[in-house]
């Protein structure tokens, strides 16, 4: 009996995985540094420009590319991780839906303001519980792993949030554009085990162009907020938790970090792992088996297209009301990016 | 003849409570409700700078120090006790130390189980030495920063060489009092220069 769930996807060699090489590994590291560079370059001078345009044109597409990497790498049986798989979607399930029912509760005016530090304080701690029974139950499906470390781990970074729950939540914004780089990491091990040792070198770049930022920033004016869509800028790059920093490295590096984020969904992973057409569902391995789901899978990625489209259309017709549902809405692709990380560590 | 022994004892039980119940004195006068505590709503900096062109003193308070401020007087509840006032600040504190202990438990207990690994030593020798310092820290105070007073102590003399001094400021609502006042925490000096 075929047991999906113990294999490991994509496990081949790197001569079965991916026969027809699209890109040499010098290309491929001359690709990451340009980008690195440039977006460094642009969210130094211009970042709220910088900002806007780059919500406007990835946000919808790098979710839509996550979806179909998500799929790509979704067992079609469950077998043994299916406790694995039922926590990860009612998580994320649950999460989404409580992290948008915060600030409905607010604006209806059942919660006082006074209260919105625990509420974060709450969600935040019920999204580490939900990571740590999620590496937890990852590391009983090897019995050489000893992966018991989540727990303290888990508690020790909750004792953190609740001393202050909103830098946390800050902490979570800026933390996660680097996630990106942690799957692309592991994908190349998987598919491009030789490329490994040129992307790490790579990576050596991003704390340098941070330093280089924060030293050209750091003394900067701050920007000017007094509308509301920059003010929703540099709320969400931390300018009000952050008053004694200046707004402008503040921005500047959140859309970096942003783009380094949008390069890896957008730009690597599809340039080392395509393996076909994009819109062609049978190189999704669900879809492609003979008991799959194809048509539903076909569905899924139409209806993520639909949605990409309808961003565009809302950024173009209000883009500050749109930027606001977009990011609260995003938390779903936050949240699912920790359980398929998980199933490629 | 029953309702009159009725009547009877019903007015002998009011003469008597009279005595006890001082009926033939006056109502003391209402005691004044006491004074209310001033409460700590906002901590924020404060700046003084000489200004020789100036002719009137002004507190300049920006519009974010004021947004700030109104987001902390809206939370402000006018009538609630010392300790709801405590419960009410000390919950994330309590929800913090719980969750470090669980922390601490936790780690202890996958160390315990996880054999005698020398990786698992160091990590146990880190985690231990963690608890030692942190406890040193909260027995010693160490955390905390230097008196208030230590950062206005050269204002005399930097207003006087006409410098700006820059320290932080408590904003209380006290019930009573009129305009904003300015304390300044600054000890007198001993001739040796130590202060009293």
New interface residues.
Partial sequence: MERTANIDLVRLSPERALPATRVSARLFAAALFSVAILSAVLAGWIPFQFSLVTVFLFAGPHNWFELRYFLMRLPRRLGRSRNFFVVAFAGIALLTAAYLSLPLLFYSRIWSGANWPLAIAVWNTLLLLWLATLVWLRGKQHARRNWGWAWPLAFALAALNWITPEMFSLAIVYAHPLVALWFLDRHLSRTRPAWLSTYRRCLLLVPILIAGIIWQLSGTASLADDNGLAWRVTQHAGAELLPNVSSHLLVSLHVFLEMLHYGVWLIALPLIGARGTLWNVKTIPVARHSQGFPKIVGAVLLAGLSVVVLLWVGFSTNYAATRDLYFAIAIAHVLAEAPFLLRMI | MKKMLLLCAAGLIVLASVISADADIALPKPSPTPAKEARVVRYTGLTIVPDAKSYEARLQIPE?ELKGLR?AL??VQPDESMLQRLAHSS???I???V??F???S??G??LA??GQRRGHKAIAALLVGTALIGAAAVITRANAGPPGSFRWKGLPQALSEGRATQGGVQIEIVPEGNGLKLIIPLKKTKPNGDEE
């Fill in positions: 974010s987001d809206a939370m919950t994330r504190t929800m913090a130390g969750f470090l669980l922390s601490f936790f780690a207990v996958w189980r996880s």
